[in-house]
């Protein structure tokens, strides 16, 4: 088979070395002569593989202690109406800044259980302003962002000043892609299969002081303060995701950390960026300050064209390069398991392409 390169936004690219890892022990995990997914979540080599994980996760991100490391399911979009049941329900206002889709869709559920007063720019690809204090509602329970938009390509360079307001943030698209200081958030959230290993886990990153908030009425599984009270084994976790999650964590550690990441997705989209700016073919519309490390959409100016680029790249072996169907064009992720040498094919193949067609 030729190489392939996975650009999917989600679920998408895992490292190699994960991979080999896991088919290498899939049917006898450290000589239980069992397969994980076939061990109890109650026994002790599982509880190792959930300790290891926060452990992993709080080294990487140098999480102070006065935050919860939870594993969830349900997806980014569960935490949409978790938020709002666990700190929401009780009254008050909650700030969204819509930046894209997924913002938008967390305000809906939000909008269900209680008020929510919506920040926005005009435009998803001019610059994110910045925002104080000041701007946010006086009785302001939290205030909520989608730090990377997956379907737009923009990200935060400097997150809102929410002086007292707890900030809490989606990172599904880019957690562990750059250095990070968790202090400056109540709540950080994260869908694994972007940037943290398969689909099937999220995490969150929870500030002691917004756990057990939610009302008495509050389903024990959508109420943060069973995850923390259970160690996230209140019920049956998705142990094999969380398993594979563990083992991108260790890949992770081994290739330079958080800083290591970030380096190398610098590197990486610089590479793409550089190319799509002086090329006469394709065109990223998202502004400079605001563009996304992970999710690079381009475009060119004929539909026919686009079209064309994604059928003879997906002949080519790259795969996954169509755009969101809310955008259109094209759109390639280069979340941390993508290898360099991906990106430097991918913008060999479009130089090809441009040659050929302008
Ligand atoms: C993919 C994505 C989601 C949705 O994640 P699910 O796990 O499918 O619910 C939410 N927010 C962002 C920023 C995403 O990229």
Same mark, same amino acid.
């Given at each position: 088979m030729n190489k392939v390169y996975n650009f999917s936004a989600g679920p998408a690219v895992l490292p190699k070395p994960v991979l080999q890892k896991v088919q290498? /022990?899939?049917?006898d995990y450290e000589d239980t002569g069992m397969s994980v997914m076939e061990l109890s979540h109650r026994s002790l080599p599982f509880q190792g593989i959930i300790d290891d994980a926060e452990a992993l996760l709080r080294d990487l991100l140098s999480i102070p202690d006065n935050y919860h490391v939870i594993f969830m399911q349900g997806g980014a979009s569960?935490?949409? =109406?978790?938020?709002?049941?666990?700190?929401? /329900?009780?009254?008050?206002t909650a700030d969204y800044i819509v930046t894209g889709s997924w913002s938008k869709k967390a305000v809906k559920e939000a909008e269900k259980t209680g008020n929510v007063n919506?920040?926005?720019a005009d435009d998803l690809t001019s610059p994110i302003p910045s925002y104080s204090r000041t701007d946010f509602s006086e009785n302001a329970r #939290?205030?909520?962002? &989608? =730090?990377?938009? &997956?379907i737009e390509g923009t990200r935060y360079r400097d997150y809102p000043d929410t002086g007292d307001i707890p900030l809490i943030a989606d990172m599904s698209s880019h957690i562990l892609s750059e250095r990070l200081d968790v202090s400056k958030f109540g709540l950080i959230y994260a869908g694994a299969q972007k940037n943290l290993g398969p689909s099937g886990v999220t995490v969150a990153i929870v500030r002691e002081d917004l756990v057990g908030e939610a009302p008495a009425h509050c389903p024990s599984l959508l109420d943060y303060g069973t995850y923390v009270k259970h160690g996230s084994l209140f019920n049956t976790p998705p142990t094999f995701s969380i398993y594979v999650l563990k083992l991108v964590l260790q890949w992770v550690k081994e290739n330079g950390g958080v800083e290591g990441m970030e380096e190398r997705n610098k590197e990486k989209a610089d590479h793409? #960026?550089?190319?799509?700016?002086? =090329?006469?073919?394709?065109?990223?519309?998202?502004?400079? /300050?605001?563009?996304s490390l992970m999710n690079i959409p381009f475009t060119t100016n004929d539909d026919a064209l686009n079209a064309k680029f994604l059928k003879e790249a997906g002949n080519s072996g790259f795969h996954f390069l169509k755009g969101h169907? =809310?955008?259109g064009g094209m759109r390639a992720s280069l979340y941390n398991a993508m290898e360099p040498s991906g990106v430097e094919a991918l913008?060999?193949?479009?130089?090809?392409? /441009?040659?050929?067609?302008?």
């Open positions: 290498q /022990e899939l049917l569960l935490q949409f =109406s978790m938020i709002p049941l666990n700190l929401l /329900e009780a009254g008050g919506i920040l926005k #939290y205030v909520h962002i &989608t =730090s990377n938009n &997956t793409l #960026y550089s190319y799509i700016d002086q =090329s006469n073919l394709f065109d990223n519309p998202v502004c400079m /300050e605001n563009r169907r =809310s955008v913008v060999e193949f479009m130089k090809d392409f /441009e040659r050929r067609h302008f």
